[in-house]
Nanobody, 115 residues
Framework: QVHFVESGGGLVQPGGSLRLSCAANESIVSYYYTAWYRQAPGKQRELVAS???????HYEDIIKGRFTIARDNADNMMYLQMNALKPEDTAVYYCMGRRAWLDYWGLGTQVTVSS
């Protein structure tokens, strides 16, 4: 069962912007913690940003000041606004939700930053 569906990835030039969307197949309110992760080729999956059901955000230092996470509980959506993109941001971006101490994942969306 797919719990989340990511969209909005693509090819963008360095310095450009993308907005990723994550649609939850169930009420997103049931996930007290949701996050964006990414995985670059040959690297481990890493946390990018997270947000709680009350809207408290957290950002990893690698993207702080460039990315903004948001969550719309009414529409069962989560977003990641990515600005000032760098080639090192190239990765598959995944949506994750946590409830009852279990993590649920989407299938990911590819982001490629290249000139």
């Amino acid at each position: 069962q797919v719990h989340f569906v990511e969209s909005g990835g693509g090819l963008v030039q360095p310095g450009g912007s993308l907005r990723l969307s994550c649609a939850a197949n169930e009420s997103i309110v049931s996930y007290y913690y949701t996050a964006w992760y990414r995985q670059a080729p040959g690297k481990q999956r890493e946390l990018v940003a997270s947000i709680t059901h009350t809207g408290a955000p957290h950002y990893e230092d690698i993207i702080k000041g460039r990315f903004t996470i948001a969550r719309d509980n009414a529409d069962n959506m989560m977003y990641l606004q990515m600005n000032a993109l760098k080639p090192e941001d190239t990765a598959v971006y995944y949506c994750m939700g946590r409830r009852a101490w279990l993590d649920y994942w989407g299938l990911g969306t590819q982001v490629t930053v290249s000139s």
